[in-house]
């Protein structure tokens, strides 16, 4: 490791109970590895800056925050490092065509640079559903959640039963293959199978070609009907699978998926002329939100969220997917009372302890928050 990654190290004279967690609203982290996996995939691997360790779940994501395009992007992204090595963590992730977020992290973050991140969250993590057996099924960089909850297993439970398949257009775009193979020879229950839609020239391929189906599943995985299944990849790889589950009778309790995709909302219905005044008229009173760190007291319309009043106001509340998925600009409220509706961004009890997301709470009244 070269000198500059090393000023974002733990230093060697401390030991974990003695260093506190990574606290992701203060704290930066700093860049300490890139490594490349495929074909446009790389892995970054940071560290707290000044020291400390990362607490979070096998399959969680975080969310960092770019200073691209003259303004700031937040890009959600799993992580895909083991909790069982806490003293770094890393996302692996994909430079897509048409990409503005990764695209910048490509070009911009190397060993050495400090970035912002948020996080953990996420409820796609097996912490929550222990098993005997499992069955693990991605396609493209659907893997890196897949390859946290294999690494932590390999650290901690490394006699556990798992079949690992992994789909991709080519065989030059498995990610992870060869630590895959390592761990599988000493991981006796590590079933590997790869199905690679097409062949190429420049890698030779002996495996499954094409797409997922029955009679593959049947060969990689016989008794998944018997197995925890964790899903992730593109929509309608996912969908493929489930109806694949299903149409055999599958226990769709015990099927897992990862989708940061949110159905769309409801349309308004049409309204009369005269209620759209009245409801205008009524939306210009408004709730008062009180940002309390910063001082700012803004108003919210009718209908506005915590953070689109926000925003109005000049506060910033750190926000990625928008839709109550990522929990991202999870904040605060001191008091008064909120309609939340999310999407699984934020736990039962965070709310309990007066959390709320701000992208989808909407102020019943005067409230004040942390912000």
């Not at 650290?155 to 630590?179: G, K, L, M, Q, Y």
């Not at 189906?213 to 309608?236: M, N, S, T, Y």
Request: aromatic fraction near 8%.
């Amino acid at each position: 490791m070269n000198a500059v990654a090393l000023t974002g190290a733990v230093p060697a004279a401390l030991h974990l109970d003695e260093m506190k967690p990574w606290n992701s609203s203060r704290q930066m982290l700093v860049c300490l590895n890139v490594a490349d996996e495929a074909p446009n995939v790389k892995t970054f691997t940071f560290a707290v800056e000044g020291g400390g360790w990362f607490r979070y779940l096998p399959g969680q994501f975080i969310t960092l925050e770019l200073r691209a395009m003259g303004g700031d992007l937040h890009r959600t992204y799993t992580i895909s490092s083991s909790p069982s090595r806490p003293y770094a963590i890393s996302i692996t992730i994909k430079a897509q065509p048409n990409s503005i977020g990764t695209r910048w992290i490509f070009d911009n973050v190397h060993p050495g640079s400090r970035i912002r991140a948020y996080g953990p969250n996420g409820h796609f993590t097996l912490s929550r559903k222990l098993a005997s057996r499992y069955l693990f099924i991605s396609a493209g960089s659907g893997i890196t959640p897949m390859m946290s909850m294999t690494r932590w297993l390999s650290d901690c439970a490394p006699a556990t039963d798992i079949t690992f398949i992994n789909s991709v257009r080519t065989p030059e775009e498995i990610i992870f293959r060869d630590e895959l193979h390592f761990m599988s020879t000493h991981m006796e229950n590590l079933k590997l199978g790869f199905i690679s839609e097409t062949r190429t020239r420049s890698t030779p391929w002996a495996g499954f070609t094409g797409r997922i189906d029955l009679q593959k599943l049947k060969i990689l995985a016989p008794d998944f009907l018997k197995r925890e299944v964790f899903c992730c990849g593109p929509e309608p790889f996912m969908n493929a699978v489930s109806s694949l589950l299903r149409s055999e009778g599958f226990d769709m309790a015990r099927y897992h998926q990862e989708s940061f995709v949110v159905a769309p909302a409801a349309k308004t219905p049409l309204m009369a002329v005269d209620e759209i005044i009245a409801e205008a008229e009524g939306a210009l009173d408004g709730h008062r939100v009180e940002f309390l760190s910063s001082g700012t007291v803004g108003t919210a319309l009718d209908g506005q969220t915590v953070l689109q009043t926000a925003r109005a106001s000049g506060v910033r509340i750190p926000a990625a997917c928008e839709s109550g998925l990522c929990g991202t600009c999870k904040v605060k409220k001191r008091s008064g009372e909120v309609d939340i509706q999310h999407n699984g961004g934020i736990s039962d009890s965070d709310l309990e302890d007066g959390y709320i997301l701000a992208c989808c709470s909407r102020p019943l009244g005067p409230v004040e928050i942390e912000a």
